[in-house]
């Protein structure tokens, strides 16, 4: 069945890019609302989280509806995918959701407070039909039918601390929690320059990413895994994904992809006919049903 969360929980931190001061709050929804962003600041303007809103990703996911920004959205959205919460309205108080340490790791700890409930409706998903290719100069990303949602990611950085990391994930019972959360984003100090002179990365800090230098990392404590990398760029697959408002079944590989190739093939599978179907979950209701009152009482 759907989920969503128990209670409403709250919190507040920085915006990477923008640097500001964000109060946030995730709220219950009800069944079939997917994960909504609500501008308290702005009369309660509401963003859905949905592919038409994408506005820019060249740094971060942003989306925008009748001029209303929302930006840095996907570590979140991993979160809640991730843990496998449909529904849930997400209000703020500015234009940036709050990096926290520049993992998914304490917005999972959030919504295990706040716990989840099964909702009374099915649980749906994108089935996959066909493959759906998109490709950029060497960046590929495909999506192709699977019986789960699996993802294998690739990337290839000439770094000495990542060079090439590969990692396949499957998205089940706590997976994301124990895989992915915790891989925090990266960036490299000439990069951050160069941010820093656009206006972007204003709050960033050690505290909320992996800053490398040419040859190493300015980050005192160790990686959080080897391959914390390519661990990372998972969770942000796995986060701008969740803007097609409801979980895939079927295999995502990329190569050397971003939140900008992510977005071209998000929208080239939703225009590529007979490449996907919603499918309601018949295996929830079937559980549901043998656990109902009723057949326990017998
Ligand atoms: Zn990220």
């Not at 962003?37 to 809103?53: G, H, K, N, Q």
């Amino acid at each position: 069945m759907q989920k969503t969360i128990s209670q409403t929980i709250e919190t507040n931190g920085i915006g990477l890019h923008t640097g500001v001061t964000v109060n946030l709050k995730l709220k219950p929804a009800p069944e079939n609302t997917g994960y909504i962003f609500v501008r308290t600041d702005l009369d309660d303007f509401e963003i859905p989280a949905s592919v038409e809103y994408i506005s820019h990703c060249s740094y971060a996911t942003t989306l925008l509806r009748k001029g209303v920004l929302l930006s840095t959205c996907e570590h979140l959205l991993a979160a809640l995918r991730g843990m496998e919460i449909d529904n849930c309205f997400i209000e703020l108080d500015n234009i940036e959701i709050p990096i926290l340490d520049g993992s998914s790791e304490n917005w999972v700890e959030l919504l295990e407070t706040a716990g989840i409930v099964s909702q009374n409706a099915p649980h749906r998903f994108l089935q996959i039909k066909k493959e759906v290719v998109f490709e950029q100069g060497d960046k590929r990303m495909s999506v192709a039918p699977s019986d789960k949602y699996e993802i294998e990611c690739a990337i290839d950085f000439p770094h000495p601390l990542i060079r090439r990391q590969s990692y396949s994930f499957e998205l089940s019972n706590g997976s994301f929690g124990r895989e992915i959360a915790s891989a925090r984003t990266f960036g490299f100090t000439q990069e951050i320059e160069m941010l820093r002179r656009a206006n972007l990365a204003l709050g960033g800090s050690l505290d909320n990413a992996i800053v490398l230098t040419p040859d190493g990392m300015l980050n005192e404590n160790p990686l959080r895994f080897r391959d914390e990398f390519v661990r990372h760029k998972i969770l942000d697959i796995i986060g701008d994904f969740a803007l097609l408002g409801m979980p895939i079944q079927g295999k995502l590989t990329a190569y050397k992809s971003g939140h900008a190739v992510h977005a071209s093939l998000m929208s080239k599978l939703l225009k590529t006919e007979n490449a996907w179907e919603i499918v309601e979950s018949f295996e929830s209701r079937f559980q549901t049903a043998k656990n109902s009152p009723e057949n326990n009482a017998a």
